[in-house]
């Protein structure tokens, strides 16, 4: 097998709950809580729903799993799908540069739900996941050539599975080429007008990687170079990389590294509402004749340079619009999941005229401030008047880290409209303590809100 394949099945198959350090179990527990509450609060989102449909009438199989706050056995590929369009449907969810790694939590939490797992064991796989995901991100700049981020989930994905399912180097080896091989996917699902499949193409990824770490594990071979033989990864689209070593070998654990969102957008946008708003509180809107908004490349190129996002139509193309997230937060303050993106919010003529004012500028001094996320705004009244507004690592970003009474208003906020405050309080009390629950599904259970 070629080296990536074996550097990342030797981690994954190898990784324990001894082998984490406390920052790292912290941080882990932090982002499931966030995973779960993102989740809740999407729990009747129509992807999932279209899950469920497809689903309708299965049985689980050999490798079974369940279903996030229905309860219900599927095979596990379709609970893990639909569990992830949950998480992921608001864009609310953890975020690594080059793409989200909660977006493979799904099969993981459904197949463990289905099984007899401690939370240890459990947050040992969830690990797996989120350092393989960071260390492929920055090695490979899928998503900085015009990939997809699907392709980082479903190996990600797959090599959680094999971990949860204590599988070998070699039987995981299988998984991890299955994966690679299979899943690289065009990046179109973010540009232009967006439509629901931006938040569901990593639920599809997340699934396939469950398919081929299950297909490994019924003696299924899978290529043992699909990044550094011919035609694999490295000759069709990157070039050689090497990946950081992992946490076993010396390396950082990057857990931690994992942004947490604030507010439900982009994750560029967060600095965006921010200033929007400070702003607010010097200046209306019938007060400004221009906006300038100094970025980085990347937000201009993700948020502010397309046509669509000066006139969004759809929810999807709203929440990765730098005019809409600015002057909405302008209007109507803090956004929300809830009253921000609705219809007719999102399509609002009255909200045009604003949005027109706003020009995005790439700013080379903030490109090479990065990874610090620094945006600047200045705003000029009718008067001629400047206001000037610069936001640095907002709320969530490494440097700046929400903290665990920040995770809890956020989980609150999505879960307590659909499970009652006084149950959202006791879950919340129960999954901080994730690492000492004898059987995580049971855990999980907690947050079911319908029989079925």
């Given at each position: 097998m070629d080296n990536i394949t074996k550097k990342i099945a030797g981690y994954a198959s190898s990784l324990s709950f001894n082998n984490l350090d406390e920052p790292t179990r912290h941080a882990a527990t932090q982002r499931l809580i966030d995973a779960l509450g993102c989740g809740l609060g999407a729990y009747d989102c129509e992807p999932a729903q279209i899950g469920r449909r497809l689903s309708a009438g299965e049985t689980p199989g050999k490798y079974a799993g369940r279903v996030l706050f229905y309860g219900n056995r599927l095979p596990a590929e379709s609970a893990g799908f639909?569990?992830?369009?949950?998480?992921?449907?608001?864009?609310?969810?953890d975020r690594y540069p080059g793409g989200h790694p909660s977006d493979a939590l799904g099969p993981l939490i459904g197949l463990a739900s289905a099984m007899q797992v401690d939370g240890q064991r459990f947050l040992a796989a969830m690990s797996v996941v989120y350092e393989i995901f960071a260390r492929l991100a920055d090695a490979a700049q899928l998503s900085r050539r015009g990939w997809d981020q699907g392709f980082g989930i479903s190996i990600s994905a797959a090599?959680?599975?094999?971990?949860?399912?204590?599988?070998?180097?070699?039987?995981?080896?299988?998984?991890i080429g299955i994966a690679a091989s299979s899943s690289v996917p065009l990046r179109v699902t973010r540009s232009g007008e967006l439509t629901s499949w931006k938040s569901v193409a990593t639920a599809y990824a997340a699934r396939n990687g469950l398919f081929a770490a299950c297909l490994a594990a019924e003696g299924q071979e899978g290529p043992g170079h699909a990044f550094e033989g011919r035609a694999g990864l490295f000759e069709n689209i990157t070039g050689?990389?090497?990946?950081?070593?992992?946490?076993?070998?010396?390396?950082?654990?990057?857990?931690?590294?994992v942004q947490l969102k604030y507010w439900p957008?982009?994750?560029?946008?967060?600095?965006?509402?921010?200033?929007?708003?400070?702003?607010?509180?010097?200046?209306?809107?019938?007060?400004?004749?221009?906006?300038e908004v100094f970025a980085n490349k990347f937000t201009w190129f993700e948020i502010g340079s397309e046509p669509e996002k000066w006139d969004p139509q759809t929810r999807e193309t709203a929440d990765h619009s730098l005019p809409y997230i600015f002057a909405r937060a302008f209007v109507d303050g803090p956004i929300t999941t809830r009253s921000s993106f609705t219809d007719d919010k999102v399509r609002d003529p009255a909200l045009r005229p604003l949005m027109s004012k706003l020009k995005v500028t790439v700013d080379d001094a903030l490109e090479a401030m990065l990874p610090r996320m620094v945006l600047r705004v200045t705003a000029t009244a009718t008067d001629g008047r400047e206001h000037k507004v610069e936001i640095v690592d907002p709320l969530g970003?490494?440097?700046?880290?929400?903290?665990d009474n920040d995770i809890e208003e956020k989980f609150s906020a999505m879960a307590a409209p659909v499970m009652g405050a006084d149950r959202c309080r006791r879950s919340l009390d129960a999954l901080w303590k994730a690492r000492d629950a004898d059987n995580i599904g049971a855990l999980f259970a907690m947050l079911d809100l319908k029989p079925h």
């Amino acid at each position: 097998m070629d080296n990536i394949t074996k550097k990342i099945a030797g981690y994954a198959s190898s990784l324990s709950f001894n082998n984490l350090d406390e920052p790292t179990r912290h941080a882990a527990t932090q982002r499931l809580i966030d995973a779960l509450g993102c989740g809740l609060g999407a729990y009747d989102c129509e992807p999932a729903q279209i899950g469920r449909r497809l689903s309708a009438g299965e049985t689980p199989g050999k490798y079974a799993g369940r279903v996030l706050f229905y309860g219900n056995r599927l095979p596990a590929e379709s609970a893990g799908f639909i569990n992830t369009a949950m998480i992921r449907n608001f864009d609310f969810n953890d975020r690594y540069p080059g793409g989200h790694p909660s977006d493979a939590l799904g099969p993981l939490i459904g197949l463990a739900s289905a099984m007899q797992v401690d939370g240890q064991r459990f947050l040992a796989a969830m690990s797996v996941v989120y350092e393989i995901f960071a260390r492929l991100a920055d090695a490979a700049q899928l998503s900085r050539r015009g990939w997809d981020q699907g392709f980082g989930i479903s190996i990600s994905a797959a090599a959680g599975v094999c971990n949860l399912l204590g599988l070998s180097l070699e039987t995981t080896a299988n998984a991890i080429g299955i994966a690679a091989s299979s899943s690289v996917p065009l990046r179109v699902t973010r540009s232009g007008e967006l439509t629901s499949w931006k938040s569901v193409a990593t639920a599809y990824a997340a699934r396939n990687g469950l398919f081929a770490a299950c297909l490994a594990a019924e003696g299924q071979e899978g290529p043992g170079h699909a990044f550094e033989g011919r035609a694999g990864l490295f000759e069709n689209i990157t070039g050689p990389f090497t990946l950081a070593d992992f946490p076993t070998e010396g390396g950082p654990s990057l857990t931690p590294r994992v942004q947490l969102k604030y507010w439900p957008v982009e994750t560029n946008g967060q600095p965006v509402i921010w200033a929007a708003l400070d702003l607010r509180k010097s200046l209306a809107a019938a007060d400004i004749k221009s906006i300038e908004v100094f970025a980085n490349k990347f937000t201009w190129f993700e948020i502010g340079s397309e046509p669509e996002k000066w006139d969004p139509q759809t929810r999807e193309t709203a929440d990765h619009s730098l005019p809409y997230i600015f002057a909405r937060a302008f209007v109507d303050g803090p956004i929300t999941t809830r009253s921000s993106f609705t219809d007719d919010k999102v399509r609002d003529p009255a909200l045009r005229p604003l949005m027109s004012k706003l020009k995005v500028t790439v700013d080379d001094a903030l490109e090479a401030m990065l990874p610090r996320m620094v945006l600047r705004v200045t705003a000029t009244a009718t008067d001629g008047r400047e206001h000037k507004v610069e936001i640095v690592d907002p709320l969530g970003h490494p440097d700046n880290p929400m903290q665990d009474n920040d995770i809890e208003e956020k989980f609150s906020a999505m879960a307590a409209p659909v499970m009652g405050a006084d149950r959202c309080r006791r879950s919340l009390d129960a999954l901080w303590k994730a690492r000492d629950a004898d059987n995580i599904g049971a855990l999980f259970a907690m947050l079911d809100l319908k029989p079925h």
